[in-house]
């Protein structure tokens, strides 16, 4: 029975140390790649050319691997892991790789409507949908037992972690960490040396993805929380965003000026003048988030409603039960 069991741990450790390599050799190829990657484009092939960046293919290809494998097993389990959480996943890593990946990538350098359209990518359609395949449960499951086991201990409640990813996942902090690293990339000096440095760049999307995974959190609220958060409040939230976002869209569109000097030296495409690029980016800006906005809070607006329909259906059930009582009295 000793042997067996050792047996066991002997096949796990061997399984998640395969894991552990990938993911080693995933971080190692990051470095490796970068430099390999700028954000400039000869202008010849800038719609056909794809950028086959490893480090992102790699980190693509292990998240896809570990989901599917936990969902295969939540569901042989009988455990909540539903087709539609696939489709959101793919959707969502699809978004991903057509943002860093595609020819839309070198076009950003040329534009900053194609560089909009690729952080809206990577923050308004990625992100919410990751969520949508509530990933915490799938990826943990993904795991072998011993260090799921230690995960599962790692955001148990009232453990650091825990505490950390409630702060974060509070709307004032979600909301704030938010909206402060979309200003601040949106800087001219800053917003120009990502399009200058590769290291800069690559940050400036990392960080673009991970803080609007923490806005949508609070939102779709993919994993437990000490308590629900009202669809008023999340309805608020969004309302907050888009305003900020409608503002910065507009500031940047109605500029009398080129924010933006390196799209003053670019190659032009297409007989737009830098100004009428940096018009269209706004618009793209002020177009996909509202959109994403506006859909969000109408969802939350028909749950309100439908919560109140039952509330009164409710109501009306026991009023009906309490006169037919008084009736037989």
Same mark, same amino acid.
């Given at each position: 029975m000793? @042997?067996?069991?050792?047996?066991? &741990? @002997?096949?796990?450790?061997k399984e998640?140390?395969?894991?552990?390599?990938?993911f080693?050799?995933t971080l190692?190829?990051?470095?490796?790649t #970068?430099?390999?990657?700028?954000h400039i484009?000869?202008?010849e092939?800038v719609?056909?050319?794809?950028?086959?960046r490893?480090?992102?293919?790699s980190v693509?290809?292990?998240?896809?691997?570990?989901?599917i494998?936990?969902w295969l097993r939540?569901r042989?389990m009988?455990?909540?892991?539903?087709?539609? @959480?696939?489709v959101?996943?793919?959707?969502?890593?699809?978004?991903?790789?057509?943002a860093?990946?595609?020819?839309?990538?070198?076009?950003?350098?040329?534009?900053?409507i194609?560089?909009m359209v @690729?952080?809206?990518?990577?923050? /308004?359609?990625?992100?919410?949908?990751?969520?949508?395949a509530?990933?915490v449960?799938?990826?943990?499951?993904?795991?072998?037992r011993?260090?799921r086991l230690?995960?599962?201990?790692?955001?148990?409640?009232?453990?650091?972690m825990?505490?950390v990813?409630? &702060?974060?996942?509070? /709307?004032?902090?979600?909301?704030?960490l938010?909206?402060?690293?979309l200003?601040?990339?949106h800087y001219?000096?800053?917003?120009?040396?990502?399009?200058?440095v590769?290291?800069?760049?690559d940050?400036?999307h990392?960080?673009?993805f991970?803080?609007?995974?923490?806005?949508?959190?609070?939102?779709i609220?993919p994993?437990?929380?000490?308590a629900p958060?009202?669809h008023g409040?999340?309805?608020l939230?969004?309302?907050?965003?888009?305003?900020?976002d409608?503002?910065l #869209?507009?500031?940047?569109?109605?500029?009398?000026?080129?924010?933006y000097?390196?799209?003053e030296t670019a190659?032009?495409?297409?007989?737009?003048?830098?100004?009428?690029?940096?018009?269209?980016?706004g618009?793209v /800006?002020?177009?996909?988030?509202s959109?994403?906005?506006?859909?969000?809070?109408?969802?939350?607006?028909?749950?309100l &409603?439908?919560?109140?329909?039952?509330?009164?259906?409710?109501k009306?059930?026991?009023?009906?039960?309490?006169?037919k009582?008084?009736?037989?009295?």
């Amino acid at each position: 029975m000793r @042997q067996c069991g050792d047996r066991a &741990l @002997q096949m796990a450790n061997k399984e998640n140390s395969g894991w552990v390599v990938l993911f080693t050799a995933t971080l190692w190829l990051i470095p490796m790649t #970068a430099p390999l990657h700028a954000h400039i484009a000869d202008g010849e092939s800038v719609l056909t050319d794809w950028h086959w960046r490893w480090d992102i293919i790699s980190v693509l290809f292990v998240f896809a691997t570990l989901y599917i494998r936990g969902w295969l097993r939540l569901r042989a389990m009988g455990g909540e892991a539903k087709v539609s @959480q696939v489709v959101f996943y793919v959707v969502a890593l699809v978004a991903i790789g057509g943002a860093l990946l595609s020819p839309l990538d070198d076009l950003a350098s040329y534009l900053l409507i194609a560089h909009m359209v @690729q952080h809206e990518l990577l923050m /308004m359609l990625a992100p919410p949908f990751i969520l949508l395949a509530n990933p915490v449960p799938v990826l943990l499951w993904s795991l072998g037992r011993n260090p799921r086991l230690q995960a599962g201990h790692l955001l148990a409640h009232h453990s650091p972690m825990r505490r950390v990813r409630d &702060l974060l996942g509070s /709307m004032p902090a979600a909301w704030s960490l938010y909206v402060i690293n979309l200003w601040a990339w949106h800087y001219p000096a800053l917003y120009d040396a990502a399009l200058r440095v590769s290291w800069i760049h690559d940050l400036e999307h990392v960080l673009f993805f991970l803080t609007a995974l923490i806005f949508w959190w609070p939102v779709i609220q993919p994993a437990s929380r000490p308590a629900p958060i009202q669809h008023g409040l999340r309805i608020l939230y969004l309302f907050f965003a888009a305003t900020q976002d409608t503002i910065l #869209a507009g500031l940047i569109a109605l500029s009398r000026e080129v924010l933006y000097p390196h799209y003053e030296t670019a190659l032009r495409l297409w007989d737009l003048t830098p100004r009428e690029d940096q018009i269209g980016g706004g618009i793209v /800006m002020f177009a996909v988030g509202s959109t994403t906005y506006a859909v969000a809070i109408l969802i939350l607006v028909n749950a309100l &409603l439908g919560e109140g329909r039952r509330k009164q259906s409710t109501k009306r059930t026991l009023s009906d039960g309490a006169e037919k009582v008084e009736g037989r009295i």
